[in-house]
């Protein structure tokens, strides 16, 4: 299985795909011959989630896209892979594998993005933004009993996920991610320095620019097996309590359970760091100080969330728990210094580039949140203070993205070039659960 009649194709036609879009494609697929299409569960408000099987081989690839609503790149790989399959019946009938794919595991949260899907620029991105809370998420409201206290309040998108696991019994589970910047990094559930050094080579390969921090929330340190490779371990809790844990990931999951399942997370960059270019500068201090105005913003607009909140419609709830999430991960300052004297100045350039993005996203939820209120009644003080929020909001967002760094630090990023990877990715841990390499 190679990936050239991908690289073949006419890179002006990628597009990322709408959830109405891919479910056309899903429901063309139910009397395919040897392809189930099977649903396993809804989403909050309804929405049938559905997993596509196809073949009967011994070697079970479990594939998901949009594992966050606003990291959307890899349902293009989904949608290939599954066209592939169905188009060659030497792949499909392959007695060795037998492919699932979740196109998106929470639809009604990857409806809030699409809006930038289109037009991948930051402000585009800022502007229809939506990412749950991390107590609300799919991938990461599995039960344990291992973590103290005990989770056990999984969301309804969380018991689709389990059910896929139950039915699909993976080898391979790919969890098919993307940021925002800074580069190509993975995640791997087991310490495979051969599998490590492939995906490394082959970014590189492909041009991309590697990211050798990794996520680094709160100073977390991964072991790094390879430039940009990282090893989690699963399944022993450690130091991230800061956020509002509600359950565990899918790998802490499966590795509790006793499954074997090698997991891989591959994330690639939507936005190009310029600032990653030979030669390339920017003013860090004026960054960095731009970080504090945000968080002095957004402070002085929590209040308005908070009386949001108490008179909230289903999906407002959401997104005002989803703004107070955020903003424990958008300001840490702290760790920026930390970082400055661990990696190279163009690194570091495009992490602080990464964490003013990071800062707007509050900001972009509570323009979302305040512009909802404000077109639904209520009563005149709640309204005026809704309409207010929007337009602080609003003002701040737009001076931010016309900011030097943020205007020209940042361009889109080929997708061709981050879904070659996404499939590279695929095919090596294919090969290595295969015992291929």
Not at 369 to 384: D, E, T, W, Y
Request: proline share 7%.
């Amino acid at each position: 299985m190679n990936i050239q009649s991908f690289l073949d194709g006419d890179p002006r036609a990628l597009k990322i795909p709408t959830f109405a879009e891919m479910q056309r494609r899903t429901d063309s697929l139910r009397t395919h011959a040897g392809v189930a299409v099977e649903q396993i569960g809804t989403d909050r408000f309804g929405t049938p989630i559905e997993m596509i099987s196809i073949g009967e081989g011994a070697t079970s690839i479990l594939v998901v896209g949009a594992p966050h609503p606003n990291e959307p790149i890899g349902c293009i790989a989904i949608e290939w892979l599954i066209a592939q399959l169905c188009d060659d019946s030497g792949m499909r009938l392959d007695p060795g594998l037998r492919w699932h794919f979740i196109k998106s595991i929470e639809p009604y949260a990857l409806k809030q993005n699409e809006g930038w899907f289109s037009q991948r620029d930051l402000p585009a991105y800022l502007h229809h933004f939506y990412r749950p809370a991390l107590a609300q998420q799919a991938e990461y409201t599995f039960p344990s009993k291992v973590w103290q206290p005990p989770h056990h309040r999984s969301t309804v998108e969380n018991l689709a996920y389990q059910r896929a696991l139950q039915l699909a019994r993976p080898d391979l589970l790919v969890s098919l991610h993307n940021a925002e910047n800074a580069g190509a990094f993975y995640y791997l559930s087991r310490e495979d320095m051969g599998l490590a050094s492939a995906l490394s080579r082959q970014a590189q390969a492909r041009g991309l620019a590697l990211n050798t921090c990794g996520e680094g929330l709160f100073g977390a340190k991964d072991t790094q097996l390879a430039p940009g490779v990282f090893f989690y371990p699963y399944s022993q809790p450690g130091p991230r309590e800061a956020w509002p844990m509600a359950g565990v990931s899918v790998g802490d999951y499966l590795a509790e359970n006793g499954h074997s399942t090698l997991v891989l997370v591959p994330e690639v960059p939507c936005l190009a760091d310029v600032a990653l270019a030979p030669g390339a500068s920017m003013d860090e201090d004026l960054l960095i100080a731009s970080l504090a105005i945000d968080r002095g913003i957004v402070e002085s607009l929590t209040a308005v969330v908070s009386a949001i909140a108490e008179d909230a419609s289903p999906l407002e709830a959401l997104y005002a728990e989803a703004i107070q999430d955020s903003m424990i991960a958008a300001f840490e300052l702290p760790w920026l210094e930390m970082l400055k004297g661990q990696t190279g100045p163009q690194e570091y350039r495009a992490q602080l580039l990464g964490c003013r993005i990071l800062g707007l996203r509050p900001l972009a939820g509570i323009r979302r949140l305040a512009a909802m209120r404000a077109a639904r009644p209520g009563s005149p003080a709640l309204l005026k203070l809704a309409a207010t929020a929007h337009l602080v909001a609003e003002n701040h967002l737009a001076a931010a993205v016309a900011e030097p760094a943020l205007r020209y630090g940042l361009r889109p990023v080929s997708l061709q070039l981050v879904v070659s990877n996404h499939l590279d990715a695929i095919f090596t841990a294919v090969a290595r659960v295969r015992g291929h390499v």
